[in-house]
């Protein structure tokens, strides 16, 4: 698409522009008019993985040191719609799958299936999957949630660390004793309620899940809703995605809970007008996490960052991860 049949707003051709297409056998060629007006484009590879017992969908751009980007609730690939390709054009491979239960990823059953230690074998798994011995890991709300998990659990695999608006599961436990914190976290508890949930999401064109991202500044186009909304419609999507709360607060018999100090240089970023996350969340214990690098705070970014202030947090992400293009590790491309 040249330059010249590009019309509407620019999250309208942002949108159109990082729909993957269809047939998962076709390779879509993207062109992002938020940077750049030329015909210059850039590869959007879209498959499965097998990771275990699930297949994971993911989207796939560029060449280099390989980064996975995890989503959080209630997302699902296309929340780094506004990260891929600047990151891909940085020098990086990126990979943003859809984690399990979520869109058009497996949606196993039960509560068992989404505990921390089986979501972070999943990035495990997928990192491998996609040739790489190991990686550069983004996770954003409960991706980063997924990824401090993995960091503790597999820290082979995770050569930098970079969490967006996501509290170290020690913060957030010491968090949760809060009166302040437990009123931002009530969905936590309101999600333990068997079934209820499942309907009440689904009222009013997914209103509930429409919601949570209300606050976002710039707002979210209707035509991004729209993406979110078939995303939540898949079969099986709202409960899997009720399930991690599940997991999370009441953990099933024989999850691994155990907390390990994590090895991998990390940076934290931090909106400072989160609805749902205290700021003295941010920063983790230093016995915890002792390679902080730092956290970065931007002071007016809400709980959605990545999409208030997608420039910034780009930015952030390839200086931080710079480091990777002189330490690369052998990696395939795995078709």
């Not at 949606?107 to 999957?129: F, H, M, N, S």
Request: hydrophobic share 40%.
């Amino acid at each position: 698409m040249s330059a010249q049949q590009q019309s509407g707003t620019p999250r309208e051709k942002a949108d159109a522009i990082m729909k993957p297409a269809e047939n998962l056998t076709d390779h879509a060629l993207i062109n992002d008019p938020l940077t750049r007006d030329d015909d210059h484009r850039i590869e959007l590879r879209e498959g499965y993985a097998q990771v275990g017992d699930v297949k994971l969908h993911y989207v796939e751009a560029g060449d280099g040191p390989l980064i996975v980007l995890l989503h959080g609730f209630p997302e699902f690939w296309f929340g780094w719609r506004l990260q891929i390709k600047p990151l891909a054009e940085a020098g990086f491979r990126v990979v943003a799958p859809d984690m399990r239960g979520y869109n058009l990823s497996s949606k196993p059953e039960g509560i068992a299936p989404y505990t921390a230690d089986q979501l972070a074998a999943d990035v495990r798994g997928l990192i491998q999957e996609r040739g790489a011995e190991s990686g550069l890991l983004v996770g954003h709300d409960w991706g980063g949630t997924v990824a401090w998990a993995t960091a503790m659990n597999h820290p082979e695999v995770v050569d930098r660390l970079a969490i967006l608006n996501a509290a170290h599961p020690r913060r957030l436990q010491q968090g949760l004793r809060s009166p302040h914190q437990l009123r931002k976290s009530w969905y936590f508890f309101y999600f333990q309620l068997p079934g209820l949930p499942e309907h009440h999401v689904r009222a009013d064109h997914w209103q509930f899940f429409q919601d949570f991202l209300g606050d976002a500044r710039p707002a979210y186009a209707p035509e991004e809703i729209e993406r979110y909304v078939e995303a939540w419609s898949q079969p099986g999507a709202a409960a899997a995605m009720i399930n991690y709360y599940r997991a999370a607060v009441r953990p099933p018999k024989g999850a691994k809970t155990e907390l390990r100090p994590i090895s991998a240089p990390t940076l934290v970023i931090w909106g400072q007008r989160d609805s749902y996350l205290g700021p003295e969340l941010a920063e983790p214990d230093r016995d915890d996490v002792p390679n902080l690098d730092r956290v970065e705070r931007l002071p007016e970014a809400s709980h959605w960052v990545h999409h208030d202030e997608h420039e910034r947090v780009t930015q952030l992400l390839v200086d931080f991860f710079a480091p990777a293009h002189t330490t690369q590790r052998p990696q395939s491309s795995t078709p």
